[in-house]
């Protein structure tokens, strides 16, 4: 519930801090005290439109901070505020502020975290829930009735939904076949000729890569086999340089043993001539190594250049040539086989069309029970509201099924009919304000044990009512108001009488500067300010004692 609201140079309001608790809270005071900048504030900090004119007058900036505390937050506050990245711990206050510029411009803080106008729209709802003459949202608006009607039900909304989502979920599959198999069977002229031209070649995966290394070998083979050549001379034949070595090491061994020095230097001939033995060694074998018949080479390249051809043509790597040709094959199957699977897939598709349809038909019926009761709580509030010839009809109407939604097959709207013989017609459209505002009243009241918004505002829903009338509109509002939160800004002493708290919006005037206060008001200030609406600018001694028997009645 709204347990603050702190507001600072908004039009006649300088500043002010105002504190709220549980209850039935009223806010009274003389016509253009300033009633309505109260809730200008409340709705700025709901994401509300920011007008500079809010400003007040020769300052830059204003500013509306309100705080609301929960036992638990509301599921659909903590969703929005965890998709917004927003982190509130357990049992702290939700603290709103929004301000803005004289020049333009505003911002928007929850818990001192920035955010966007759009996240303060979207958790409004749950938090204050604002009912006046004119309104244009709400209770009046068909949009939402629906889902008020929905919460009285207790309706299995979110089967339907989930219902709904397996419908169209098998349906999109479905269609996604249907579109694979025709633009296959387009193609299936194309995909044979490709197939036959991949299954004739036979790619494998890393063939590219072991021909294009063989091709590298073979054309150094080819470019080296000159050098090769004339080196085969040095180990090659009687007269190469390694027989002479060999030759010498023969000549050496025989005297070696003449002299220290003769029997070194053989050794390091031996040595050479070793060495030398494994290079002709290592040459032989790389002569041999890059061999390479001229047709073999033709052959590789040839091959090569085909599997780079085809993956040019296919777009892709050579190495995806066969996983190209089984998506080929896939295709083709699934023409061959796409009847069966199409079958199938419809035969799902309906189930699942069939499954939502049950779900949202008991949805339905729970709907249309439900309004019938609805409609029957309503009425037996409207006589005491003075409005003894008007009646109240919940209609449920099946939609076409092209407009079939999550929400299920029904469209909801509350209508009235204002005098006897005369046709139902939309809440907002036929009713005056006075007569609105009562409606409103009785269906808040009907709907009222079915959960809603934290808080409730009621914005002179009694203007133009007076007497048993507006006694009756207190006694409901107290009603309302138990075990919740519920603001009214009104005009009727009886009404003000069921406040379990009293605030009195006054104007005052200094000068040129002119400010708008709120004062909670004790015990002899509410008989005062009740007195006030009861007598006028003159309060009279029986003014006075009407007031203590208001307050004392309640």
């Known amino acids: 519930m709204l347990t603050s609201l702190a507001i600072r140079n908004?039009?006649?309001?300088?500043?002010?801090?105002?504190?709220?608790?549980?209850?039935l809270g009223v806010l009274t005071g003389e016509t253009g005290a300033g009633k309505s900048i109260l809730l200008d504030a409340l709705g700025l900090v709901l994401g509300n439109r920011a007008d500079n004119a809010?400003?007040?007058?020769?300052?830059?900036?204003?500013?509306?901070?309100?705080?609301?505390?929960?036992?638990?937050?509301?599921?659909?506050?903590?969703?929005?505020?965890?998709?917004?990245?927003?982190?509130?711990?357990?049992?702290?206050?939700?603290?709103?502020?929004?301000?803005?510029?004289?020049?333009?411009?505003?911002?928007?803080?929850?818990?001192?975290?920035?955010?966007?106008?759009?996240?303060?729209?979207?958790?409004?709802?749950?938090?204050?829930e604002l009912h006046g003459q004119h309104d244009d949202r709400g209770l009046v608006n068909p949009r939402g009735?629906?889902?008020?009607?929905?919460?009285?039900?207790?309706?299995?909304?979110?089967?339907?939904?989930?219902?709904?989502?397996?419908?169209?979920?098998?349906?999109?599959r479905?269609?996604?076949?249907?579109?694979?198999?025709?633009?296959?069977?387009?193609?299936?002229?194309?995909?044979?000729?490709?197939?036959?031209?991949?299954?004739?070649?036979?790619?494998?995966?890393?063939?590219?890569?072991?021909?294009?290394?063989?091709?590298?070998?073979?054309?150094?083979?080819?470019?080296?086999?000159?050098d090769l050549e004339e080196l085969r001379a040095f180990w090659d034949g009687s007269d190469s340089a390694l027989a002479q070595m060999r030759s010498a090491a023969r000549r050496l061994d025989r005297i070696a043993d003449q002299h220290s020095l003769l029997a070194e230097a053989l050794a390091a001939l031996d040595r050479a001539v070793i060495e030398a033995g494994e290079a002709e060694e290592k040459l032989q074998a790389a002569a041999e190594a890059m061999q390479h018949e001229p047709a073999e080479l033709d052959r590789i390249e040839t091959r090569l250049f085909e599997l780079r051809a085809l993956a040019r043509k296919h777009n892709c790597q050579v190495d995806e040539l066969p996983e190209t040709m089984r998506s080929m094959r896939e295709q083709l199957d699934a023409i061959e086989h796409g009847e069966?699977?199409?079958?199938?897939?419809?035969?799902?598709a309906e189930a699942a069309r069939q499954a939502y349809i049950a779900q949202a038909e008991a949805l339905h019926a729970t709907r249309v029970s439900a309004g019938m009761a609805l409609d029957e709580a309503v009425a037996a509030e409207l006589v005491p509201l003075k409005l003894d010839a008007a009646r109240f009809r919940t209609a449920v109407t099946q939609?076409?099924?092209?407009?079939?939604?999550?929400?299920?097959?029904?469209?909801?709207?509350?209508?009235?009919?204002?005098?006897?013989?005369?046709?139902?017609?939309?809440?907002?459209?036929?009713?005056?304000?006075?007569?609105?505002?009562?409606?409103?009243?009785?269906?808040?009241?009907?709907?009222?044990?079915?959960?809603?918004?934290?808080?409730?505002?009621f914005d002179e829903i009694d203007r133009g009512v007076g007497g048993a009338v507006a006694s009756a509109i207190g006694e409901r509002l107290a009603r309302l108001a138990a075990g919740g939160q519920l603001l009214a800004v009104t005009h009727s002493p009886q009404v003000a009488a069921r406040g379990s708290t009293h605030y009195l919006i006054a104007k005052s005037s200094e000068g040129t500067?002119?400010?708008?206060?709120?004062?909670?008001?004790?015990?002899?200030?509410?008989?005062?300010?009740?007195?006030?609406?009861?007598?006028?600018?003159?309060?009279?001694?029986?003014?006075?004692?009407?007031?203590?028997?208001?307050?004392?009645?309640?």
């Open 54 to 128: 809010l400003v007040r007058a020769g300052e830059d900036k204003a500013s509306a901070t309100a705080t609301f505390e929960f036992t638990e937050l509301p599921p659909p506050i903590a969703e929005a505020l965890d998709e917004a990245e927003v982190d509130l711990e357990p049992g702290e206050p939700l603290i709103i502020r929004r301000s803005l510029k004289a020049d333009g411009g505003s911002k928007a803080f929850v818990n001192d975290q920035p955010v966007g106008v759009a996240l303060l729209r979207s958790i409004a709802g749950a938090l204050v």
């Open 174 to 226: 479905l269609v996604r076949a249907k579109a694979g198999i025709e633009q296959a069977k387009a193609d299936q002229d194309l995909l044979l000729a490709f197939l036959a031209e991949l299954t004739s070649i036979a790619p494998e995966m890393g063939e590219e890569e072991s021909l294009a290394l063989a091709r590298a070998d073979m054309q150094k083979g080819e470019k080296l086999s000159g």
């Open 340 to 348: 069966a699977d199409i079958a199938a897939l419809e035969k799902d």
């Open 513 to 554: 500067v002119t400010r708008t206060s709120v004062a909670l008001l004790d015990a002899a200030g509410r008989q005062e300010e009740i007195a006030r609406m009861l007598s006028g600018a003159e309060i009279t001694s029986e003014a006075r004692a009407q007031a203590d028997r208001l307050l004392e009645g309640v």
């Open 399 to 457: 939609l076409d099924e092209g407009r079939w939604g999550a929400h299920g097959m029904d469209s909801v709207e509350f209508l009235i009919a204002t005098n006897p013989g005369a046709d139902f017609a939309p809440l907002g459209k036929i009713a005056s304000g006075g007569e609105l505002s009562r409606f409103i009243l009785a269906l808040k009241v009907a709907l009222a044990e079915k959960g809603g918004a934290a808080t409730v505002i």
């Open 10 to 23: 908004i039009v006649l309001i300088e500043a002010l801090d105002l504190s709220f608790g549980q209850g």
């Open 145 to 172: 009735h629906r889902a008020l009607l929905d919460r009285y039900a207790g309706g299995d909304v979110d089967a339907v939904a989930a219902a709904h989502a397996a419908w169209k979920g098998a349906e999109a």
